[in-house]
């Protein structure tokens, strides 16, 4: 079966650097998402890895490893305003993402 | 560019009665789809379309029906309400089959609850 996995929730403080994991299992795979979901709000593009490695946005970085099945999200200089929920998705062979559950993470200051 | 947008935002139903849920998109996106969002499970994909006049179902098809009778909408149906579809709807355009950077672009949702 098609299964995407990470954590519920996790917690960090202002200013620091979080890392949320995701491993995956899809029939084929054409690439890794991650969207941010404030509450009660639609998600959001975060970032697309499709290739082994780290990319960079800003604040924002995406590493993925198709051997180990495993991304994750990293946040550098947290603020108060990266208090969502971060979807990790798979794009299988039929190009339909597969969504993980979400994990809602928690900034204080 | 509004993006894509969602009418109605929130909706509260008796069983057994039956609604439509549009969704329209200014971006002249090709790929449409419908997901609803439980509490603690991913988004789970409805329907969804390849382009005007297709239609093709997702992995919770059952009691929903869709129609793509213009590029820019996409209507999601309830026949017959039940308390298992009280969810937050979400409707999503992409320009292609969703790799690279044709990402999916999320409506606002809709609320809708069952009694």
């Known amino acids: 079966g098609q299964n995407i996995d990470q954590p519920t929730e996790m917690t960090a403080t202002e200013g620091a650097i979080v890392q949320i994991n995701c491993t995956y299992q899809?029939?084929?795979?054409?690439?890794l998402f991650w969207y941010q979901q404030h509450a009660g709000e639609a998600p959001t593009f975060l970032s697309y890895?499709?290739l082994d490695g780290l990319e960079e946005k800003g604040r924002f970085s995406s590493f993925l490893s198709r051997s180990k099945g495993y991304s994750y999200l990293l946040l550098k200089e947290l603020q108060m305003k990266d208090s969502a929920s971060y979807l990790c998705?798979?794009?299988?062979?039929?190009?339909?993402?597969?969504w993980g559950a979400g994990t809602k993470l928690i900034i204080k200051p | 560019n509004a993006g894509v947008t969602q009418t109605p935002k929130f909706r509260v139903l008796k069983t057994g009665q039956s609604m439509t849920l549009l969704c329209a998109q200014d971006?002249?996106?090709?790929?449409m789809y419908w997901y609803r969002q439980d509490p603690g499970m991913g988004l789970r994909l409805i329907h969804y379309?390849?382009?005007?006049?297709?239609?093709a179902k997702g992995e919770v098809p059952d009691g929903y029906n869709v129609s793509r009778l213009k590029k820019q909408n996409f209507l999601l149906g309830l026949e017959s309400a039940a308390p298992s579809q009280t969810s937050v709807y979400f409707c999503?355009?992409?320009?292609?089959?969703?790799?690279?950077?044709?990402?999916?672009?999320f409506g606002p949702g809709t609320r809708l609850t069952v009694l």
């Open positions: 999503a355009s992409s320009e292609a089959e969703g790799g690279g950077t044709d990402t999916q672009y």
């Open positions: 971006m002249n996106h090709e790929y």
């Open positions: 379309s390849v382009g005007e006049g297709t239609t």
């Open positions: 899809t029939s084929g795979f054409n690439g």
């Open positions: 890895n499709v």
């Open positions: 998705a798979g794009l299988d062979s039929n190009y339909q993402l597969i």
